[in-house]
């Protein structure tokens, strides 16, 4: 199990990441949506979400 910084370190890497694809996209293909480098943003949207989630754990019962 990963530690809570270990968590947050990856999620500040992906969102760095993120925002290296989005500049690279305004750059190369201004709306273009099926370009590879939306495929990348998307995926990493996924992968920031999980870890958001996994920061912001739900807290108490779901039947309480």
Do not use: F
């Not at 370190?9 to 992906?14: S, V």
């Not at 500049?23 to 990348?40: K, Y």
Request: proline share 3%.
């Amino acid at each position: 199990m990963r530690t809570e910084n270990q968590v947050k370190r990856k999620l500040n890497e992906l969102l760095m990441q993120k925002k290296t694809l989005e500049s690279r996209l305004e750059n190369e293909a201004a709306g273009a949506d099926n370009h590879p480098l939306r495929q990348q943003i998307d995926r990493l949207d996924e992968q920031i979400m999980l870890l958001e989630w996994v920061l912001n754990e739900p807290v108490g019962s779901y039947h309480a």
